[in-house]
């Protein structure tokens, strides 16, 4: 155990603000320490961000830290309860395999959940058994860290720890805890639960907290929970798009894995699309197609809908009127969610003015991908380098007239070539977070090999550098009969 000196000396500056919120929002955990707990990697630049020292978070004591097996301030692990809509059904949940270490305060004043996730069982556990698997925990660190990198809002990883112990799935696996960081684990799911099982005082109370701690902004605004709702969906919408339009697939879109703060959290079943195809859906679980490529903004809209229901109760005393200004605000997101997209596409194909023609100019592209079967990726970088043009779509007449019609776009707009491919390159990036690259990773990683792994996260953290040490990463995974699947809470 430390004393309050010795964190300091570490950099933990530790606050529990949702200790404060009523009981019903978490469960106090205790110490459950894992067996013999190892450091698989550290996020050192993460680590210095949050004020951490990671030479000490790489000793015998900062991992058992990172483990759960020791604790910097005592009786301050708690699950979060929540509830959620998964594939459609509502249902309670809560932190099932995660616990909460506190809310560390950077030194540049910003407040962030350190969670630890494979960390054992709590009251939410559900028969399950609280525990991750090294593989799927070196993923979300992975791809995480990659979205990070590609600019997408999201939870990052601080580190991932072996705990020595094995985990039975459908076969037996190596037990680990990831750290994720987050700027607060309130999800839709957060104020659903409460909004069905606590009373409009509790609700009330969480609202302030989100907006305090969210969107402080709006605090002294006289409607104040109207705005919350307009921010969160402006956040959302802005985050979908951007999902969009980088090919990313979150795979489990349910009410509970959507932040209040606006960023991406549980890398579960997610993966990025390599071909384009608008039905893409890579998660075993989703046979429905729900969560797939295309369907992920209606899906938006959906949860919004569910997140809106359960803050009715303070939007108007009149039911019926607090469902009108539900339904208003939840009216703009269409139009929010379109400006965000469009403004990005744009910016993908140099355009820096607005002209009606626009969404056309990409529409036509994005049809012309998906009848050719081209990499979403790699077509945007054959457009920004002019490089890898002679074949697939590439040599159609079709292709030609279009990129005839783009080119007059561009010239339709006072920036020179120069600024077009500048704007291009900070666009589209280079590389992204390929399926195979990251099974090839893992599966390294598993047999005590971090080399490849190590290499995937540096080429990785520079997404946009269009670097020559970057090129094996561009390539496309070799033909295969089986698609690739990605599975849920592993
Ligand atoms: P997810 O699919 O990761 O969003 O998880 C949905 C719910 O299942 C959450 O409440 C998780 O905490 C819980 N959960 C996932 N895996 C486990 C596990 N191994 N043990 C207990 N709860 C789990
Ligand atoms: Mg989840």
């Known amino acids: 155990m430390k004393d309050k000196k010795e964190s300091k000396d570490i950099g933990w500056n530790l606050d529990n603000s949702y200790l404060n919120l009523p009981k019903v929002f978490f469960s106090k955990i205790n110490l459950n320490p894992v067996s013999s707990p190892q450091l698989i990697i550290l996020n050192d630049t993460l680590a210095k961000e949050l ?45 099932g395999r995660a616990l909460l270490i506190g809310e560390q305060i950077t030194p540049s004043g910003k407040r962030y959940d350190i969670q630890l996730k494979g960390s054992g069982k709590t009251p939410y556990s559900r028969g399950g058994d609280g525990r991750a698997v090294l593989g799927p925990m070196i993923r979300e660190y992975i791809i995480s860290e990659a979205m990070y990198n590609l600019k997408i809002p999201t939870t990052r990883s601080l580190a991932v720890v072996k705990t020595g112990e094995h985990v039975i799935r459908e076969t037996v696996k190596e037990g680990a805890i990831l750290t994720r960081v987050a700027s607060s684990h309130i999800r839709f799911g957060t104020f659903q639960y409460i909004s069905q099982w606590g009373n409009k005082e509790q609700l009330k109370e969480l609202a302030d907290y989100s907006i305090k701690r969210h969107y402080p902004y ?43 703060s606006g960023e991406t959290i549980d890398y579960g079943p997610c993966a990025f699309m390599d071909t384009y195809n608008p039905d893409t859906v890579f998660s075993s679980i989703d046979v429905y197609g729900r969560y797939a490529y295309k369907n992920q ?56 003015n607005e002209e009606e023609l626009d969404k056309a100019i990409i529409e036509d592209l994005l049809s012309m991908m998906e009848k050719y079967n081209e990499d979403y ?76 792994m190590m290499k995937l996260l540096d080429v990785l953290s520079r997404p946009y550098d269009y670097s020559n040490d970057q090129d094996d990463y561009t390539m496309l995974p070799k033909p295969s009969s089986c698609p690739y699947k990605t599975y849920c809470g592993t």
Not at 72 to 82: K, L, M, N, R, V
Not at 319 to 332: L, P, Y
Not at 399 to 418: A, I, T, V
Request: charged share 25%.
């Open 377 to 452: 990726t790699n077509t945007f970088v054959s457009l920004t380098t002019k490089n890898n043009m002679d074949k697939g779509m590439f040599i159609s007449d079709e292709f030609k007239n279009w990129y005839d019609s783009w080119q007059e776009r561009l010239k339709r707009q006072p920036n020179s070539s120069e600024e077009v491919n500048k704007l291009m390159k900070e666009s589209n990036p280079y590389v992204i977070p390929r399926n195979h690259r990251v099974e090839e990773a893992i599966e390294a990683a598993d047999k005590g090999d971090l080399s490849v």
């Open 51 to 95: 004020g951490l020292d990671s030479n000490y978070l790489k000793t015998e004591e900062g991992v058992k830290i990172l483990s759960g097996s020791e604790t910097i301030q005592e009786g301050a692990f708690i699950a979060q309860a929540y509830a959620g809509h998964q594939f459609g059904h509502f249902t309670m949940l809560g932190d």
């Open 218 to 260: 709006i605090e002294d605004d006289e409607n104040k929970y109207i705005n919350f709702l307009k921010e969160v969906i402006k956040a959302q919408a802005s985050l979908v798009s951007k999902w969009q339009c980088i090919g990313f697939i979150h795979g489990v879109m349910n009410t509970d894995n959507m932040t209040i």
């Open 297 to 352: 903004p209606k899906m938006l809209g959906w949860n919004l809908c569910r997140f809106a229901e359960s803050l009715l109760p303070l939007l108007d005393e009149d039911q019926n009127e607090a469902i009108n200004i539900a339904q208003e605000a939840i009216s703009d997101y269409d139009e929010i969610y379109y400006n965000n997209w469009i403004s990005i596409m744009r910016s993908k194909l140099g355009i820096f």
